[in-house]
C-alpha cells in the first residue's frame, strides 16, 4: 500500500459559510466543490491548492461524529486524507499490520469518491482516511 497524493486536510468549522468567506479573503481559495454528505453528517465544500484540497466541514447536527468533535476539541484540524488506487488492498494491508480500523468496508465520500477511515490511535493521535476517487 502506498499512497499517491495527499488528497485533502480536513478542518471542523461551525460555520461553513464564514470559513469561505475567511479562506477567500485571506488566501484568495474559493470552493471548488460543495456538497451535503448526509451519510456522514456533513456539509463539505473542498479548496483546491496545487493538486490536493482543504477540505472545510461544518456537522449537520450536534450528534454527528463532526458536531460531537467540535464540542469536544472545537474547530481545528480534523482528518488527513491519503488518496489510494486500491482501497480494499489498503484496507486488506492495514488490517494485516494490527491497525484500527473504523470502517472495515469502503463508504461512499463526496464527489463519488469511496473512502475509510482509520482510528487515530495507530496514527499519531490523527485520524486517517484513505480515499479512493471515482474512475472517469
Ligand atoms: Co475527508
Known amino acids: 500500500m502506498k499512497p499517491y497524493n495527499l488528497d485533502h486536510v480536513a478542518i471542523a468549522v ?3 459559510d464564514a470559513a469561505l468567506d475567511e479562506y477567500a479573503r485571506l488566501y484568495g481559495i474559493v470552493p471548488l466543490h460543495r456538497e451535503v454528505v448526509e451519510e456522514q453528517g456533513v456539509e ?3 479548496l483546491a491548492v496545487g493538486g490536493s484540497f482543504i477540505q472545510l466541514l461544518q456537522p449537520l447536527a450536534a450528534d454527528t461524529p463532526v458536531g460531537q468533535f467540535l464540542a469536544r476539541k472545537g474547530e481545528g484540524l480534523h482528518h488527513v486524507a491519503l488518496a489510494v488506487d486500491d482501497i480494499e488492498g489498503a484496507l ?5 499490520e494490527g491497525a484500527r480500523l473504523i470502517d ?3 463508504r461512499i465520500g463526496g464527489r463519488g469518491t469511496r473512502i475509510a477511515f482509520v482510528h487515530p490511535k495507530q496514527t499519531t493521535g490523527t ?3 484513505l480515499v479512493e476517487p471515482p474512475e472517469d
Open 14 to 16: 461551525h460555520d461553513l
Open 44 to 46: 463539505e465544500a473542498m
Open 92 to 96: 486488506g494491508h492495514l488490517r494485516a
Open 104 to 106: 472495515e468496508e469502503p
Open 127 to 129: 485520524l486517517i482516511e
